[in-house]
């Protein structure tokens, strides 16, 4: 279930939509049909069992008729004077009744006088005994007598009736041999019924009698099984039992039909709600994925263009706060765009007499060694040659590609640009860095040293994060006298790129450390800070997606740390593995 839950907290909204969507219509579809379907079941059964109840009673009642019938046509026969009992009026009665296996007629020792048979030839002066163990007994007392169960020549089980016939003063016997399988048979040919079964059990729980010939003789005690529904009935004078079963998979075969009905029609509904789902997933989250690109695309361009409310709902509502909340936040922008030209204009103000510096020694070595080489032309030197000719030309150009390194860099530090994404190489930002503020540093005497781990390319604005250092840098400068030192360390920790900037200088006071990020803070002379840089850093390094802070120490100096998330790329040719110390 934890699983469950947690994979479900992971997914889309529209994924989230089609399974509430499912989870909404199918389970109470479900519950209820199950809940109709266990009711519809039970009710099925009790009325299945009422109807079977009702049918074997009759049947029951028609088993006992059958039985009395039999004994009063036996009894009807005794009532013949002797030489009206003729074998035509055995064959009629066996005619009549189909279960009559044979039909005796006993002496007055119960051995047999006369026998008309269905199946043998009759042999009555055999005189055999024809009773069964009682039998003789309960005729003396009673007008009929019943055998057990037996078991004819056929294997077939029979049951004998024997009723007294008197004579002459004499008391004589009458009797027929009932086959049950023809009863059972005849019973269950008044039924149209093919699905359920009939069968007779004896006193003792023993099948007498079975619709299928195979089931006889076989003990059943248990009627109700989990596949069979059944109902058992006394029948009325015979000490059995009649016993209908039908197995449960016909009796339920309407509702097991309408349940795979109903499960086609749950299928054909999940498709139609999984789809509908699918849509009102599309619907819903269709204006959120547009917010959430219109987003992704203000974070990085210089225009805000409003997005189209299309709809009077919430989603409708929320566009427009996005709308309005976009136009703020351009105008947010263009302000702090403002803040870092200005920011970056004072810096290069301050910077201006550094550069000059800069610019100006190099240019003295190339004024020194071209007037040089030119004198010693003019004055056809004959000591010049080629290799002094190559050596003053070197001086020159190094000294020239000085110069154009510095002017380069000054140009492209002062100038103006929007948030421009490009590959950062850290390392070269650096560098370029470096021989900004170099002058300032040697003038200083101060040392910077700078140590970085693997660090690659990462997507961002360059001139910005230069931006950021130089005023980091500058900082640092500025709080060092004379005689300091500069460290700068980067390295990545899970793709979190850590910079920081320690230097010796003096410090900032506890009272003024809340204040640092303010626009305008500055505890520099008035012309010397404008109190924009550290407010300039921070909105940079926000857009950059990172932190910035600083922990500093009065009279021992102060470390800017700066933290910013980067996505590693890799590119062939970047500064992967390189480390400069
Ligand atoms: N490394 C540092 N050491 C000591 N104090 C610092 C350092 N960095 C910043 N500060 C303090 O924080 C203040 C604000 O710095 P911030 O860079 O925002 O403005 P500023 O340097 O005064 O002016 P600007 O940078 O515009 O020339 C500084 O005036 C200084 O007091
Ligand atoms: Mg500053």
Redesign the pocket.
């Known amino acids: 279930m934890a699983f469950i839950i947690k994979w479900l907290t992971s997914q889309p909204i529209r994924h989230k939509v089609l399974v509430f969507g499912l989870f909404m219509s199918i389970i109470p579809l479900l519950l209820i049909s199950f809940y109709y379907f266990y009711h519809t079941k039970i009710d099925l059964e009790n009325r299945i069992k009422e109807k079977q109840e009702l049918i074997l009673q009759n049947l029951s009642t028609e088993i006992s008729l059958e039985f009395n019938l039999t004994s009063q046509h036996l009894q009807n026969l005794t009532l013949l004077s002797a030489p009206s009992r003729t074998d035509s009026e055995f064959y009629q009665l066996l005619q009549q009744n189909e279960s009559i296996e044979e039909i005796v007629i006993l002496d007055d020792r119960g051995n047999v006088e006369k026998r008309i048979s269905r199946y043998k030839l009759n042999k009555p002066e055999t005189h055999e005994e024809w009773y069964s163990k009682g039998m003789w007994q309960k005729l003396k007392k009673n007008n009929k007598a019943y055998s057990d169960v037996q078991i004819n020549q056929l294997g077939q089980p029979v049951i004998k009736l024997a009723v007294p016939l008197y004579e002459n003063g004499v008391t004589k016997g009458a009797g027929v041999v009932i086959q049950l399988q023809k009863i059972i048979g005849k019973i269950a040919s008044f039924r149209q019924d093919q699905a359920s079964y009939l069968y007779l059990l004896d006193s003792k729980g023993k099948v007498i009698a079975h619709q299928d010939s195979s089931k006889l003789w076989q003990k059943k005690s248990v009627i109700l099984t989990d596949s069979v529904l059944g109902v058992k009935q006394q029948i009325p004078g015979l000490n059995w039992s009649l016993v209908m079963e039908e197995p449960k998979t016909s009796a339920f075969k309407p509702i097991y039909k309408m349940f795979n009905d109903g499960l086609i029609v749950m299928a054909l509904f999940t498709i139609i709600v999984s789809l509908i789902s699918i849509y009102a997933g599309f619907y819903f989250t269709k204006p959120i994925l547009m917010l959430e690109k219109a987003m992704n695309k203000m974070k990085y361009s210089e225009e805000f263009s409003r997005l189209p409310v299309e709809r009077n709902d919430e989603i409708g509502k929320l566009v427009e706060s996005f709308n309005e909340m976009g136009i703020e936040i351009q105008a947010k922008k263009e302000i702090e765009e403002k803040m870092i030209q200005t920011?970056k204009l004072?810096?290069l103000g301050?910077m201006a007499s550094s550069f000059a510096h800069e610019v100006n020694n190099p240019l003295t070595v190339i004024n020194i060694y071209a007037e040089d080489l030119l004198d010693r032309i003019n004055g056809s030197d004959p000591t010049l040659d080629n290799h002094e000719l190559d050596n003053y030309l070197q001086k020159i150009t190094d000294n020239a590609g000085r110069c154009k390194k510095i002017t380069r860099n000054l140009l492209n530090f002062s100038r103006k640009t929007n948030w421009t994404v490009s590959e950062i190489d850290i390392k070269e930002i650096i560098q370029n860095t470096i021989t900004l503020v170099d002058y300032s540093l040697n003038k200083k005497n101060i040392k910077l040293t700078s140590h970085l781990g693997k660090i690659p390319v990462f997507p961002g604005d360059s001139l910005k994060l230069m931006q950021v250092l130089v005023?980091?840098i500058?900082?640092?400068i500025?709080?060092i006298e004379k005689d300091g030192e500069i460290a700068i360390s980067g390295v990545l920790k899970d793709n979190l790129f850590c910079l920081s900037i320690t230097?010796t200088?003096?410090?900032?006071s506890k009272e003024?450390l809340p204040y640092?990020?303010d626009p305008f803070?500055?505890?520099?002379t008035l012309g010397?800070?404008?109190?924009?840089?550290?407010?300039v850093c921070y909105g940079i390094i926000q857009q950059f997606g990172g932190t910035i802070q600083?922990i500093?120490n009065v009279g021992k100096g102060?470390t800017?740390e700066i933290m910013i998330p980067i996505h590693i790329r890799k590119k062939e040719g970047s500064s992967w593995g390189k480390t400069e110390s």
């Open positions: 920011d004072a810096a301050l005023n980091i500058n900082n640092s500025d709080s230097d200088g003096e410090g900032i003024n640092i990020f803070f500055t505890t520099k010397k800070g404008t109190g924009l840089g550290l407010s600083l500093s102060t800017v």
